[in-house]
């Protein structure tokens, strides 16, 4: 099997970050670097390219339905987080959200919209209703 890796991300090249991560697997230092560029580029999602934005608001009504009632519901390693702003922002009332990320600096923008009583990082109880990743 050949290995394959990804080279850009919203036209940021990996090979123009500071100790970038072309020749290994991503690490918290890697994506420090690359959302610290991400945010110089964007300053907030709405910013981001519309067809982007389209596909995780599509994702977010899908995940929605799976919580018709309320339930917990586990996202791992969430990137910019704008599915869960979608779901705090439309859907908040069926469920509680909590998040696991590779590094704290892709959450910069979903602690400005959500207080943080909506996104709880600390794991006590892994019964799911729906796991993120």
């Given amino acids: 099997m050949r290995k394959i890796y990804e080279t850009e991300w919203f036209d940021i090249k990996f090979s123009e970050l500071p100790d970038n991560g072309l020749r290994q697997l991503a690490d918290v230092s890697f994506c420090s670097n690359f959302y610290a560029a ?5 300053k907030f999602y709405d910013e ?10 599509e994702a977010a009504v899908f995940i929605a339905t799976l919580c018709q009632q309320s339930c917990k519901v586990w996202s791992v390693g969430c990137g910019l987080a704008y599915i869960q702003n979608i779901l705090i922002r439309d859907y908040s009332e069926n469920f509680d959200l909590y998040v696991s990320v590779f590094g704290s600096a892709s959450m910069r923008w979903i602690r400005q919209v959500s207080s943080k009583d909506r996104i709880n990082s600390h794991i006590k109880d892994l019964s799911f209703g729906v796991i993120l990743g």
């Avoid at 991400?38 to 964007?42: G, S, V």
């Avoid at 981001?48 to 608001?57: A, G, N, T």
């Fill in 38 to 42: 991400l945010f110089r580029k964007f």
């Fill in 48 to 57: 981001l390219p519309s067809s982007y934005r389209q596909h995780k608001s």
